[in-house]
């Protein structure tokens, strides 16, 4: 488990040796459990009508999960969240998502609204769109979990997808601490850790993030892809924003594009198009997309080039590979101010909601 609690309120690991030397509980080593943060003010629910801590205390168990609808892991880590909020809902436990923005687009409610409903999300959704949430837990990244207790204690955390099981388990002690007896279910199991493949680390885009060559002024790399792993290069009029790459005109006949160079089973692009709808059409390997490795927004036209037909600022998914090999994708949007954000990438074991 990654702890990403403050230092202060770290476990202090002489204390669980020490725990282990005597036999008891590696829980029980526990000697500083800090009161979790209020949650703030002011802010958006969604699924819910505003909530406190201190209105909790002593009558739930909350499991408060950092998330943001942009980003692929969040995506995954649902299921999860929703396993457990189904199962244990009525059995003292309260799911809270903590949706706390990377992209200014991310801070309007209608756009988290649309998510909450298009993702299948049921359990309560907290707007963090200043991030004092965010940095009352001192958090470090998405998603994240902390669990609170009925005194209002942070009782366990974690950084990152995988280790539901044991994170399942600490929230039925807590709940059996409440007074509640969960029955026996079969527990979120973590997606295989091996034989997984490779995948490409997420690709910043804009100003502030991006190496993306200019193929006008410099002539493509001959060198082997995998030298090149996660290499973006444009062609064509592209104007460079702080965290995104935007089409400075129309481009009915295709010479503007951005490529990229990539490994992994699942390609993603948040994508945002000018007001209305806007189609990015998608190659691989030099190649149209076809139903079998077309991602989930994914669709065709009547010459059989694939598309994403984009309807507002989100997460698409384009590419459902068979295997993590290196790969060539390129991404050819149609109408000018249309943004591309960043790639994210997905291995054969991680799957997609």
């Given at each position: ?10 476990r ?35 699924n ?41 809902q ?51 990244g ?5 669990l609170?207790d ?13 280790g ?16 509640y ?28 993030r ?75 390997d ?23 037909s ?19 994708l ?7 101010g ?9 291995d ?6």
């Amino acid at each position: 488990m990654k702890n990403i609690l403050p230092a202060a309120w770290r476990r202090p690991a002489a204390a669980a040796a020490l725990a282990a030397l005597l036999g008891a509980p590696a829980r029980a080593a526990r000697p500083l459990t800090p009161q979790a943060p209020e949650f703030p003010p002011q802010t958006t629910w969604i699924n819910a009508k505003p909530l406190t801590l201190a209105r909790l205390r002593g009558r739930r168990v909350v499991l408060a999960a950092f998330l943001n609808s942009a980003n692929i892991n969040s995506i995954r880590a649902l299921r999860a969240l929703s396993a457990w909020h189904e199962r244990y809902q009525f059995e003292g436990l309260l799911v809270l998502g903590v949706h706390t923005p990377e992209y200014d687009w991310q801070k309007d409610p209608l756009s988290v609204r649309a998510a909450v409903k298009r993702l299948g999300v049921r359990f309560p959704v907290m707007l963090d769109n200043d991030r004092t949430c965010w940095k009352g837990f001192n958090n470090e990244g998405w998603p994240a979990f902390y669990l609170i207790d009925r005194k209002g204690r942070v009782i366990f955390d974690r950084l990152g997808e995988g280790g539901y099981a044991e994170f399942e388990s600490e929230i039925r002690t807590a709940l059996a601490d409440l007074g509640y007896r969960p029955p026996a279910a079969e527990a979120v199991k973590d997606p295989p850790a091996a034989e997984c493949g490779e995948m490409t680390a997420t690709v910043g885009l804009g100003l502030r993030r991006d190496r993306t060559i200019n193929l006008e002024q410099a002539p493509p790399s001959r060198l082997l892809l995998s030298v090149r792993d996660g290499e973006t290069a444009t062609a064509g009029a592209w104007d460079g924003e702080p965290y995104s790459l935007r089409l400075a005109r129309d481009n009915p006949d295709s010479s503007a594009f951005l490529r990229l160079i990539y490994r992994g089973a699942q390609a993603f692009a948040v994508l945002a198009p000018p007001p209305g709808k806007a189609a990015f059409y998608v190659r691989q390997d030099d190649m149209w997309l076809h139903p079998g490795n077309g991602g989930g927004d994914v669709r065709f036209d009547d010459d059989g080039r694939s598309f994403v037909s984009a309807d507002g600022p989100r997460l698409y998914q384009l590419v459902r590979n068979s295997s993590d090999a290196m790969h060539e994708l390129v991404l050819i949007p149609k109408r000018k101010g249309s943004a591309v954000y960043e790639f994210s990438f997905a291995d054969r074991c991680l799957k997609n909601r």
